[in-house]
């Protein structure tokens, strides 16, 4: 009976366990890498023919987004999640399936006029989501399920994300039982819309996400209706749009939750009926998904609600742009409005065509609702970049770049220290996982030091042998950077030529105006003293 790490191991995103109970081969989580990558994972121990079950914590594409690649490589066994999950990967999986179609097909377009390029195949199909989809088990929250003989697992509410869980996993080899418990991503507590993470009493291990374990959202809980009402008045009193980038899956609902009370009450005085556009065709059905699922999910606030025969994300003056046409419509009305549009971090989507519509506008504002990855372009504009490159054309940034204060899906330090504290036992060892690398390796040391649990920060083929507590192998972080000597060859080739070209254009420069060659001169000095310390 082992357990082995393979991603989010001091990253926060690609979550991937593997667990070996008998002749059982189980994944929980297999899902994509977002923005920077610091380190390689290792590759599964077994082949994808071989994996008998996954067990889905959510459906966020960082956690089940590689199941077509899963099955696109051989395997056939069951999946398992809540049912409002399966749900949410109908839309997700399939929609990252179009992504990844839509991606090789311009690369492979792109190499017809380079013959050096060659066709690039999509990294899974439609076909393969479709077939993934038709492999899921949907589950009911706290029931316990028995999976095969030795495995049984249970779904408990974590207040993440619609249908976002916890897992907890009895195995059992040689009369041996041990519980595991799998924390997926915890919710913060007091969000809107979702109850709050539930606790578990007991577990011999626990895998934990550690994303905000080094840091609190805030000692008082943010006023979010004050806050965005004060962005919205003095956004619309220039005469500008609020671009919203948001996740169309659980933070895109949370905003029409604030901005269908602001509205109710009339809070907007710059222009009170003020238009909201929700322009992504994955966030419309999220959303009638997490209608669908109101009874199982919703918190007492917004069932409240729910039994006055409100809907809680809806109000008029929403409109839902699904179609391409109604998309671009939305930037030629000049009225100022609210524009949500996916992707969350801006590596993708109709958001960046939204940004390069306003991020140039000095009375836009652009704010942002959620965790920006490391590498990310929101990341970018939130660090403060005077310019982002957007299809080819370089944007200043001249809007106001805003961030809504403590608006988490996931639980800050405290919030994760609560959740530990509710096993009625210390469970014999904490794995940290699902943290920046300094994020998790202090979280662990401060569990340990301060609260005494025995925690332990794993790298990527990290193997430990759950029968008798000891590790099999200790896994090294290798640095994704350095993956082939043939890659640094080549992206030294193309620092060459940027040199030549920055070159060429310095010699061009002598028709340019004194303030823009300040300024060109300014970034130029800017780029070496950074590279050079």
């Known amino acids: ?85 399966a749900d949410l990967c109908s839309i997700m999986l399939r929609d990252c399936a179009h992504i990844q179609m839509q991606e090789a097909e311009w690369r492979s377009r792109k190499g017809k006029r380079n013959k050096d390029i060659k066709q690039v195949e999509p990294t899974y199909s439609m076909e393969d989501a479709d077939a993934t989809l038709r492999q899921i088990i949907p589950c009911d929250y706290n029931t316990i399920i028995d999976i095969c003989e030795g495995v049984k697992i249970r779904f408990t509410d974590i ?26 991503d915890i919710g913060n ?34 006023d979010y209706i004050k806050e965005l009402t004060e ?30 009370t602001i509205k109710k009450e009339h809070l907007v005085t710059a222009v009170d009926d003020f238009p909201v556009y929700v322009d992504s065709p994955m966030a419309v059905e999220a959303t009638e998904v997490f209608t669908d699922h109101a009874l199982e999910c919703y918190d007492d606030e917004a069932m409240a609600l729910i039994k006055k025969k409100i809907n809680p994300i809806s109000f008029p003056g929403l409109n839902l742009a699904i179609t391409t046409e109604e998309s671009r419509a939305i930037n ?14 801006c590596e993708a989507g109709r958001i960046r065509h939204h940004l390069k519509h306003n991020l140039w506008r000095p009375e836009s504002t652009i704010l942002f609702v959620g965790y920006q990855s490391v590498g990310t372009t929101g990341r970018a504009i939130i660090d403060g970049a005077e310019e982002i490159k957007l299809f080819g054309e370089v944007i200043d940034v001249q809007a106001e770049i805003v961030k809504l204060t403590g608006l988490s899906g996931h639980a800050d330090k405290g919030g994760l220290i609560r959740w530990l504290q509710g096993f009625k036992e210390r469970p014999s060892r904490v794995f940290l996982v699902h943290g920046e690398d300094g994020t998790c390796t202090n979280f662990a040391a401060c569990l340990r030091d301060e609260y005494g649990y025995n925690t332990y920060a794993p790298y990527s ?6 029968i008798s507590g000891q590790f099999i192998k200790e896994g090294v972080p290798k640095a994704a950077v350095h993956k082939t000597s043939k890659l640094v060859s080549d992206v030294y080739t193309r620092l060459k030529a940027a040199g030549a070209r920055l070159t060429a254009i310095i010699a061009k420069s002598e028709g340019m105006t004194n303030k823009d060659k300040a300024k060109f001169a300014d970034q130029i000095i800017a780029l070496c003293d950074k590279w050079e310390n």
């Open 461 to 466: 083929g990290t193997e430990f042998d759950l």
């Open 189 to 222: 507590d007091d969000q809107p819309i979702l109850k709050d993470p539930a606790t578990t009493e007991l577990a011999d291990y626990v895998v934990m996400e550690s994303t905000y374990g080094d840091r609190y959202h805030g000692e008082e809980k943010p």
């Open 332 to 345: 030629e009305e000049d009225t100022p409005k609210v524009i949500i549009s996916a992707s969350g971090m």
């Open 159 to 184: 207040g993440h994300l619609l249908g976002s869980a916890s897992i907890e996993v009895w195995a059992t080899e040689k009369d041996v039982e041990k519980k595991l418990v799998f924390s997926g």
């Open 231 to 260: 962005i919205l008045n003095r956004t619309f009193a220039r005469g500008g749009n609020v671009v919203i980038p948001s996740f169309a899956v659980g933070r895109t609902q949370e905003m029409l939750y604030f901005l269908r």
């Open 1 to 85: 009976m082992r357990l082995m790490f393979i991603g989010a191991d001091h990253e926060v995103t690609g979550s991937c366990h593997y667990l070996e109970v008998g002749d059982k081969h189980i994944l929980v989580d297999y899902g994509m890498e977002q923005g920077r990558i610091s380190f390689e994972h290792v590759d599964l121990p077994v082949g994808a023919a071989q994996i008998d079950y996954v067990f889905l914590t959510h459906a966020h594409v960082d956690h089940s987004g590689n199941l077509p690649l899963l099955y696109a490589r051989g395997f056939r066994g069951k999946i398992f999640m809540t049912r409002p999950t």
